[in-house]
C-alpha cells in the first residue's frame, strides 16, 4: 500500500530563497507532523496537524517558518528567506490520531526532504 | 514539560550476543513510550511501543523493551543481535494528557548501534 511520500526527496536552495516541501499522508491518517533532523542529531519536533484542530505550532524554530494542511490531506511547510542553518532532512509523519483523547498511535514516516542551503 | 535521553551515542556488539540501547525519560503522568529505527538510506519504521499493560513490550525483529517506571526507564532489548540489526535507533515519549504535553512527540538524539560479525 502506499505510505507517506515527500516531495521533492533533495532540494538546493541559494541562502535568502523561499523554499517549499509537501507531504503526502497515509489515507485515513488524521495526525500529520513535521520534524527536522540535522547532521548526527536526532528529531527535533516543528508542528503537527490533527484533523481540523489548531495545529500545534509550538516546535516551529522562528516565525520564518510555516505550514498548512489541506484538510486531512497534504501539507506543505514552507521556509521563507532560509538559512544555512536550515539545512537538514525535513520528515513528515501521519497517524490515526485520535478524536478526543490523547494520540497515541504509531507514527508512519516519509523517506524525508534533504534541504541543502548554500 | 516531557524529555527523552539517550545516554548512549554508539553501542557496540558482536553478533549473537544481547544487545541493550538505554533510554530513559521525563514526564508527567503515565508516559506513552516508542522505538523507532532509522537504517541506513531508509526512512524511519516504528518498532514498538508502550501505552499500558505489561511492562514487556515485544516489537518487530526480535526486538523489545521494558517499561520501568521507578526507573523512568524504558530501554531497548534483543536476546542475540545480528549484523542487519545496526542501525540508528531512536527512543520517544509522548505525555499523555493533551493540557500539560499537546500533541507532541518528543524524540531523543538517537544512538548508533554496529553489530560486529
Known amino acids: 500500500g502506499a505510505g507517506v511520500s515527500q516531495s521533492p526527496s533533495n532540494k538546493v536552495t541559494e541562502k535568502g530563497k523561499d523554499v517549499e516541501l509537501r507531504c503526502d499522508p497515509i489515507s485515513g491518517h488524521t495526525a500529520l507532523y513535521w520534524y527536522r533532523q540535522r547532521l548526527g542529531q536526532g528529531l527535533e519536533f516543528l508542528i503537527y496537524f490533527q484533523g481540523n484542530s489548531a495545529p500545534d505550532k509550538s516546535g516551529l524554530p522562528s516565525d520564518r517558518f510555516s505550514a498548512e494542511r489541506t484538510g486531512e490531506s497534504v501539507s506543505t511547510l514552507t521556509i521563507q528567506r532560509t538559512q544555512q542553518e536550515d539545512s537538514a532532512v525535513y520528515l513528515c509523519a501521519s497517524s490515526f490520531g485520535t478524536s478526543g483523547g490523547a494520540p497515541q498511535e504509531t507514527q508512519y514516516f516519509g523517506p524525508g526532504t534533504r534541504l541543502l542551503v548554500l | 514539560a516531557q524529555s527523552v535521553a539517550q545516554p548512549e551515542d554508539q553501542v557496540n556488539v558482536a553478533e549473537g550476543n544481547p544487545l541493550t540501547v538505554k533510554c530513559t525519560y521525563s514526564?508527567?503522568?503515565?508516559?506513552?513510550l516508542f522505538w523507532y529505527v532509522q537504517y541506513p538510506n531508509r526512512g524511519l519504521q516504528f518498532l514498538l511501543k508502550y501505552i499500558t499493560g505489561d511492562n514487556l513490550v515485544k516489537g518487530s525483529y526480535g526486538f523489545e523493551a521494558e517499561f520501568n517506571k521507578s526507573q523512568t526507564s524504558f530501554h531497548l532489548k534483543k536476546p542475540s543481535a545480528l549484523v542487519s540489526d545496526s542501525a540508528l535507533y531512536f527512543c520517544?515519549?509522548?505525555?499523555?494528557?493533551?493540557?500539560?504535553?499537546?500533541?507532541?512527540?518528543?524524540f531523543g538524539a538517537g544512538t548508533r548501534l554496529f553489530v560486529k560479525a
Open positions: 514526564v508527567s503522568g503515565n508516559p506513552y
Open positions: 520517544a515519549v509522548r505525555d499523555p494528557y493533551l493540557y500539560t504535553g499537546g500533541f507532541k512527540t518528543i
